[in-house]
């Protein structure tokens, strides 16, 4: 099969739909087929079409929206492109121009439309607005997703959780061709290993209890909360410590609230780490926690978790599917709940090693090769829907 996946971003964001994007791609073809990767170029100074290992990027324009980058238009240059790569399906993973544009092919070459939703965007309105306007700005998305998803020519919708396909069905009124399919992760790539030489590096002593958190530091992500729960922490145990790995807006003003109350001992930032190592930073951890509410399945709880790392989440209906309390992990309401559940986790090595032991067990039906062949069900769903109908047409 010729896939095409059509997306604003690609390899030059950090964010769980970029890597869940990529890891799809890298799963299909090693079931033997073959993924195009239709995205905007990155680098605005580079004014031309680039295509290198089935990746085309188109030129577009950098926002001041987290530096995404857009194109409005699509020339005769760019539509021939697509039709000389022969595809037989369409993969959308943005709402936005590109995959606008993946629509317009679709309908022009008469072939199914897959969409992915990825993004909780209610939850990312203030790195549009900067905190002005939201309810407007709220308003127009609302109404530009619905617009989007009741488009006849979406042929099945994927979604990561039953949450994410309640908010498609009661917020944007969209009731068929949902399909529920968990992302995967390399489930072997984070299989617990000992790393003494980082452990060293990072100056962390035998008697230290580390919390990790992965991701990128935006509002989004309620990192805030960590903060303020590790601050308490640590005056109650120094040898309680917070990691957090990744880069993004917020992370100055995070710096600072941390230098204010004098914990920089206690809390710290190891900034963006690549992908193909990132494995090594879960190792050093002891636990892994998380106060996000806005995501869409959670992909470093996976990964934490194929780790040998027990989870401590906040309260999500999303996190309700990967996180069982008492067994893997724990769901917390609140700042003292957490707070509680770390503490008691430091002190208490017997429960901390029974949470250890299932961690594992979580995560076995999330591999990339259940993943890809979920998505190929889809995919032939699809096909066989589109040459059903085109016989129908056919015969009229």
């Not at 990825?118 to 127009?140: A, P």
């Not at 990072?202 to 960590?226: C, H, P």
């Not at 710096?255 to 930073?281: A, M």
């Not at 934490?304 to 989440?313: E, K, W």
Request: net charge positive; hydrophobic share 35%.
């Amino acid at each position: 099969m010729r896939i095409g996946f059509f997306l604003d971003i690609y390899d030059s964001y950090i964010s769980g739909m970029a890597q869940s994007t990529k890891d799809l791609k890298q799963a299909l073809e090693k079931a033997g087929h073959t993924v195009y990767i239709i995205t905007t170029n990155s680098n605005n100074k580079i004014k031309k079409y680039l295509s290198e290992k089935n990746i085309i990027k188109i030129p577009s324009t950098k926002t001041k929206i987290n530096n995404f980058n857009l194109r409005l238009t699509y020339p005769k240059k760019c539509e021939k492109i697509i039709e000389n790569l022969n595809l037989d399906i369409i993969h959308s993973h943005t709402e936005f121009t590109i995959g606008r544009f993946g629509k317009k092919m679709a309908k022009k070459l008469n072939i199914p439309f897959i969409q992915t939703f990825h993004t909780l965007y209610d939850d990312s309105v203030n790195y549009i607005t900067k905190g002005h306007l939201n309810k407007l700005t709220t308003l127009l998305i609302t109404k530009l997703i619905t617009s989007y998803y009741n488009d006849k020519i979406i042929n099945e919708i994927i979604v990561p959780t039953k949450k994410i396909e309640k908010i498609l069905i009661n917020k944007y009124k969209i009731k068929n061709n949902i399909n529920i399919i968990p992302s995967g992760i390399d489930i072997e790539k984070y299989k617990k290993q000992e790393n003494d030489i980082l452990k060293t590096k990072l100056n962390i002593k035998n008697d230290d209890f580390i919390v990790l958190w992965v991701g990128r530091i935006g509002y989004e992500k309620n990192i805030k909360f960590l903060i303020k729960s590790h601050i308490v922490l640590a005056e109650k145990n120094p040898h309680i410590k917070l990691f957090l790995v990744g880069e993004g807006p917020l992370e100055e003003e995070l710096k600072q609230l941390v230098k204010q109350n004098h914990k920089e001992q206690n809390i710290i930032f190891l900034g963006k780490i690549k992908h193909n190592i990132i494995n090594d930073y879960y190792h050093i951890g002891n636990i892994f926690s998380s106060a996000s509410e806005s995501e869409t399945q959670g992909l470093t709880l996976l990964e934490a978790l194929a780790s040998s790392l027990p989870v401590l989440c906040i309260k999500n209906d999303v996190f309700k599917e990967t996180i069982k309390n008492n067994y893997n992990g724990y769901l917390f309401k609140n700042e003292k709940e957490y707070i509680k559940k770390v503490l008691y986790l430091s002190q208490n090595k017997n429960k901390y090693n029974k949470l250890k032991t299932n961690t594992t067990k979580s995560v076995q039906n999330y591999s990339l090769e259940k993943f890809a062949t979920n998505v190929l069900e889809t995919y032939n769903k699809a096909l066989k829907q589109k040459s059903t109908n085109t016989n129908k047409n056919n015969t009229k």
